[in-house]
């Protein structure tokens, strides 16, 4: 299984609510992260876990929590978003330690904020 | 941050023309580098990786170039085919613990028929 599965593909919400993003994954992978890509641009990493620790924040605002309940679970639970966090949010996996593989990205959760 | 990767939006090639995408990268401390593909609607896709130990890598109709002098990378894909069409991103790792990729800002290849 070389795959990376994030649910839901497609979420619409009001600033208000309250809602999370799911990734899945089942290569053994010990390093998983967010990211976030706007149209026409490339992804910007987010965060990053390794051994289901957080090793990087790239200064991204509270509204925004992830959470990795296991090696093969990462959740970002969204709080209060702008418009203008709407976007494609990737998440990807691979092994933990520098230089060891690329990273297997999923399809994408969609999130439009109103 | 530091950025990576040449403002290059649009490449148009014939069908069964080779094609050549570029990208620059700033960190010299990066040593790892990896090309994705991106069709509309989905996550990126590996395509080819390099180290910074070599100067070319091969793959089937793809090779990628490294000129650290320069700090230059280039992925060359060999008679290009309609599902060739995408976004070509270069990405880098920037250094510190663990995977950290930085991605350049992408290519848009067009296959003309």
């Known amino acids: 299984d070389t795959e990376v599965t994030q649910t839901p593909k497609h979420l619409v919400m009001g600033m208000t609510n309250k809602k999370s993003l799911k990734c899945e994954q089942h290569?053994?992978?010990?390093?998983m992260y967010w990211y976030k890509q706007k149209a026409k641009k490339p992804p910007e990493l987010m965060f990053v876990?390794?051994?289901?620790?957080?090793?990087i924040n790239e200064s991204v605002p509270s509204r925004f929590s992830p959470e990795c309940p296991n090696s093969s679970l990462l959740n970002l639970h969204l709080h209060a978003l702008q418009p203008e966090d709407s976007a494609l949010y990737l998440c990807?996996?691979?092994?933990?330690?520098?230089?060891?593989?690329?990273?297997?990205f999923g399809e994408g959760s969609r999130l439009t904020v109103l | 941050g530091e950025s990576v990767g040449l403002h290059l939006p649009t490449l148009s090639v014939q069908e069964g023309d080779n094609s050549i995408i570029n990208c620059a990268y700033s960190?010299?401390?990066?040593?790892?580098f990896i090309w994705y593909k991106q069709e509309s609607g989905k996550g990126p896709q590996f395509i080819i990786d390099?180290?910074?130990?070599?100067d070319k890598r091969q793959g089937q109709r793809v090779t990628v170039l490294l000129n650290k002098t320069v700090k230059h990378l280039s992925l060359q894909i060999a008679a290009t085919q309609p599902g060739d069409s995408a976004v070509y991103f270069c990405?880098?790792?920037?250094?510190?613990?663990?995977?950290?990729?930085?991605f350049g800002p992408g290519t848009r290849l067009s296959v003309l028929p």
């Open positions: 990807a996996s691979s092994l933990a330690d520098r230089n060891t593989g690329e990273l297997f």
């Open positions: 290569m053994g992978h010990r390093a």
């Open positions: 876990y390794s051994y289901e620790k957080l090793s």
């Open positions: 960190n010299s401390a990066s040593d790892y």
């Open positions: 390099i180290r910074s130990n070599m």
């Open positions: 990405a880098e790792n920037v250094g510190g613990y663990g995977q950290n990729f930085v």
